[in-house]
């Protein structure tokens, strides 16, 4: 399955009055390989400022965009076309060695992927083993695809979909506490879970394309490492795993560095208004 998607992605910060931008970071642009190709790509912002591109230790395209005046509003546009390619994953994808968990990663990648095994938050590791429980005994051996999809649903039947306007996410006890969260809170439970049980697991942020019953179109999801089958992608906001619909901008260890847009901006205390966000992903 093949399709071509145009990406549409509005970002605007309003003032009252004239402020001044320091240097913005913009995550924008799709993170390129065998099953995405970017067909054309188009970048702007506002007011006059330059663009320049560099990629982050993990391999993200970062726009670094440097503004010249002050103003009262902060323009960034991106408007892309992207081709996809199925890349579904097989349960023979997976190596012999890790088919049935527990397993062991073997020993040429257990340090390149220790840091994506490390919680994120250690202090919420006793509430996540307790709730683990519920998904996996320890001890027993079960098929490794099974249990991944197993705490996939878990975390989608635990959580009731609920979009946040605030910067950041829930600390992964307290989305189990309240029941709620957005895609990026489902994210990191999913995250931390699969790291608990032993997993190399990353966040990852970019665009889903909008279908009956799917929440927004910026979107959040986590990838897990398979030994054989590589990063995979496993969507517990929509109980599913992620695929043709799903387009990543940037993977990273911790969700705080995959903002879509950070910098800061001078000026009095109570200039800043308002933010507004208009992302489309249209089937071409």
């Known amino acids: 399955m093949n399709k071509r998607l145009r990406i549409i992605h509005t970002t605007e910060y309003h003032y009252r009055e004239p402020v001044r931008f320091g240097v913005h970071r913009v995550l924008m642009r799709p993170r390129e390989g065998h099953d995405l190709r970017i067909i054309q ?3 702007e912002a506002s ?9 982050d230790i993990h391999g993200n395209s970062i726009a670094v965009v440097a503004f010249r ?53 250690p202090h919420d590791g006793p509430k996540l083993r307790e709730w683990l429980r519920g998904v996996y005994e320890p001890g027993t051996l079960v098929n490794t695809l099974e249990l991944l ?7 989608y039947e635990t959580l009731e979909y609920k979009w946040r306007e605030e910067y950041g996410v829930q600390l992964p006890c307290e989305s189990l ?40 179109a910026t979107h959040a999801w986590t990838e897990i490492y398979l030994p054989g089958a590589g990063w995979r992608g496993f969507d517990p906001t929509n109980h599913k795993m992620a695929g043709p619909e799903h387009v990543a901008v940037a993977v990273t260890r911790e969700q705080e560095k995959a903002a879509p847009v950070s ?9 800043f208004e308002r933010m507004e966000v208009i992302v489309r992903v249209e089937a071409v």
């Not at 007011?47 to 591109?53: A, R």
């Not at 999809?149 to 975390?155: S, V």
């Not at 931390?192 to 990353?202: D, I, K, Q, S, V």
């Open 177 to 216: 506490r309240l029941g709620t969260g957005s895609c990026r809170d489902y994210a990191v439970l999913m995250m931390e879970t699969a790291r608990h049980l032993g997993f190399a697991a990353r966040f990852v942020t970019g665009y889903i394309q909008m279908e009956a019953g799917q929440h927004g």
């Open 263 to 271: 910098g800061t901006w001078e000026g009095p205390s109570g200039a």
């Open 149 to 155: 999809k197993r705490l996939n649903t878990a975390i």
């Open 69 to 121: 005046e002050s103003s009262r509003l902060l323009r960034i546009h991106s408007d892309l076309m992207v081709d996809l390619a199925a890349d579904r994953m097989r349960e023979c994808d997976v190596a012999a060695l890790a088919r049935q968990y527990p397993f062991q990663y073997e020993a040429d990648e257990q340090i390149d992927i220790l840091p994506y095994r490390i919680p994120s938050y």
């Open 47 to 55: 007011p006059s400022s330059s663009i320049d591109w560099v990629r």
């Open 41 to 43: 790509s188009m970048a």
